[in-house]
């Protein structure tokens, strides 16, 4: 199985808390308007890479946790959820998962919930514009909501993931659920 990749970056702190890889895949067929990272757009972007490739590079650190991003990975989330399946089984590294999609569509599709549930923490919606704000924490624009997934499919309601266990003297905005 194979994933489009665009790249991989090591130790990265924007991706969420701590030291994390992050994953970078092609295709996003989103498309917001302001976008950080256009050049991801394509589907055809980057190179198809295994991902038992992609996994050997994650597990070579031994410290950092793990952020897929793009792109929006859960246009490959069959691919991505294998991905994640491994990582847990091989390590006790924390997902975390940026898309453009919503929590609530997510849940409603099988393929995309299969990546849902091998998510620790996700990161959802689109990138709007008019509600950028530059002192949010993890995210671009204040509809973005920062999803605790296993908490949430417990208790079945979005539950927001509580950033100040990983970050006390950070200064984090509110999160609107
Ligand atoms: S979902 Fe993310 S990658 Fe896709 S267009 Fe929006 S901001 Fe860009």
């Known amino acids: ?3 489009r990749l665009l790249s991989i970056l090591h130790d990265t702190t924007v991706d969420g808390p701590g030291l994390r890889t992050s994953v970078y895949c092609a295709g996003c ?3 917001c308007p302001g976008c950080h990272n256009p050049q991801s757009w394509p589907f055809d972007a980057g190179r198809p890479t295994p991902i038992k490739d992609i996994l ?3 597990l070579s650190d031994p410290f ?3 952020t897929f991003t793009g792109g929006d990975p859960f246009y490959q989330a069959e691919a991505f959820a294998a991905l994640a399946r491994l990582i847990h089984t091989h390590s006790q590294k ?3 998962c940026y898309t453009g999609f919503h929590y609530e569509q997510i849940l409603a599709h099988p393929t995309l919930k299969a990546l ?3 998510t620790d923490v996700l990161v959802d919606g689109p990138f ?3 509600l950028k704000d530059e002192s949010l924490v993890f995210r671009g624009s204040s509809n973005q909501r920062i999803i605790d ?3 949430s499919l417990l208790q079945e309601t979005i539950i927001p993931h509580d950033l100040h266990i990983f970050s006390p003297f950070m200064k984090i905005s509110s999160q609107k659920v």
């Open 29 to 31: 067929a989103h498309q």
């Open 128 to 130: 709007v514009a008019s």
């Open 1 to 3: 199985m194979e994933i």
């Open 149 to 151: 997934v296993r908490e």
């Open 56 to 58: 050997d590079e994650i």
């Open 116 to 118: 849902l549930q091998e």
């Open 94 to 96: 924390t997902i975390w």
């Open 64 to 66: 950092a946790d793990v």
